[in-house]
């Protein structure tokens, strides 16, 4: 007859690796987030009616010059 023993020991290790791998995702989604919120408060300009915008130095399209 077999001997009855309790689990006594639960191998929770893919549970873990999921767990800690979805705990740092969110946190870098979190501080990508507050990074981008810093610095991109530094590219809002107030407008003449008192509305901000952004203006991105990048993204901003320049006149070209005809060259002659």
């Known amino acids: ?16 690796i999921i767990f800690r791998s979805v705990i740092s995702v969110v ?19 107030p407008d003449e009616d008192g509305t901000r915008s952004l203006d991105i130095p990048w993204l901003v399209d320049e006149p070209v010059s005809p060259s002659e």
Not at 1 to 16: E, G, I, S
Not at 27 to 45: E, K
């Open 27 to 45: 946190v870098a989604v979190v501080l990508i987030f507050i990074i981008l919120f810093f610095v991109i408060g530094n590219y809002m300009t």
């Open 1 to 16: 007859m077999r001997r009855y023993v309790p689990k006594t020991y639960y191998n929770r290790r893919f549970l873990r």
